[in-house]
C-alpha cells in the first residue's frame, strides 16, 4: 500500500483542476442545434451524441434547437470527474390554420409538410467532408436500419471508407455522394478519409455507431 508523505507543497495545478470538472453527453431523437449556457455547439443529427469533456462542473443549461420542432431547455448538473447525460425528445410544430390562410403560401404546399412523413426504416444522414474532418463525425442509427448516407466534399477531392460495410468511395468535390447500406452489425465502426487530401489526411475520422433496436 502506498502512504503519500504530508508535503508542504501545493498540489500541481493540473490535480486541482482536474477535479472541478466533468463531462455531458447530449442527445436528442430528432437531432438539432445544441446550446450549452447560450454557446452554440453543434447540429446533431439524430440520436447522435455530442460528448462534452472538461466541462466545469456545476449547472449548466443545454438546448437543443430544431426547424419545425419545438425548442426544449435542460439544467444540467454536471459533477467533477463523472458523466452527466442529457437526452431530448423533441415534438414538432403543428401548423396552424393560421399560417396557412396567411402569407399567400401556395396550399400545395400544406399537402406536403416536411416534418410529417410517415417513418420509414431508411435512414438519410449528410455528411460535408473537409480538410480534415467529417461533419457529424459521430453517426449513429439502430441494428436493421437501411442508411443511406450522402456525402458531399466541400473543399476538396476526399474519400470515403468504411470497411465494416466494405465501403469506399472517392468524394469529388461539389458532388454529393450516395452510400446506401444495411446496418446490419451492432457496434462502432471506423470510417475515414481514402484519399489523400494534405497534412492531416490521416486524421479525418470518424465513427459509425449502429444500436441495438
Ligand atoms: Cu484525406
Not at 463525425?137 to 436493421?144: H, W
Request: proline share 7%; hydrophobic share 35%.
Amino acid at each position: 500500500m502506498t502512504t503519500h508523505s504530508q508535503s508542504i507543497a501545493p498540489p500541481a495545478p493540473s490535480e486541482t483542476v482536474k477535479l472541478r470538472y466533468g463531462s455531458l453527453e447530449i442527445s436528442s431523437d430528432q437531432g438539432g442545434t445544441v446550446y450549452v449556457d447560450g454557446q452554440r455547439h453543434q447540429e446533431l443529427e439524430p440520436f447522435a451524441v455530442l460528448a462534452l469533456s472538461n466541462l466545469q462542473a456545476g449547472r449548466h443549461t443545454v438546448r437543443v434547437e430544431k426547424p419545425t420542432y419545438r425548442t426544449e431547455q435542460q439544467e444540467v448538473t454536471v459533477r467533477p470527474d463523472q458523466v452527466a447525460k442529457a437526452e431530448f425528445r423533441l415534438t414538432p410544430l403543428v401548423p396552424t390554420a393560421n399560417s396557412e390562410a396567411t402569407g399567400g403560401q401556395p396550399a400545395a404546399r400544406a399537402k406536403q409538410p416536411l416534418w410529417n412523413a410517415a417513418p420509414t426504416t431508411e435512414r438519410e444522414i449528410e455528411i460535408a467532408a473537409r480538410k480534415y474532418e467529417f461533419d457529424p463525425n459521430v453517426i449513429t442509427v439502430k441494428n436493421g436500419e437501411r442508411v443511406k448516407l450522402v456525402v458531399t466534399a466541400l473543399d476538396h477531392d476526399h474519400g470515403f471508407k468504411l470497411a465494416a460495410f466494405k465501403i469506399n468511395e472517392v468524394l469529388k468535390k461539389g458532388e454529393p455522394t450516395t452510400v446506401e447500406f444495411t446496418a446490419d452489425q451492432v457496434g462502432t465502426f471506423p470510417f475515414e478519409c481514402s484519399h489523400f487530401c494534405g497534412v492531416g489526411h490521416g486524421k479525418m475520422k470518424g465513427k459509425l455507431v449502429v444500436t441495438e433496436r
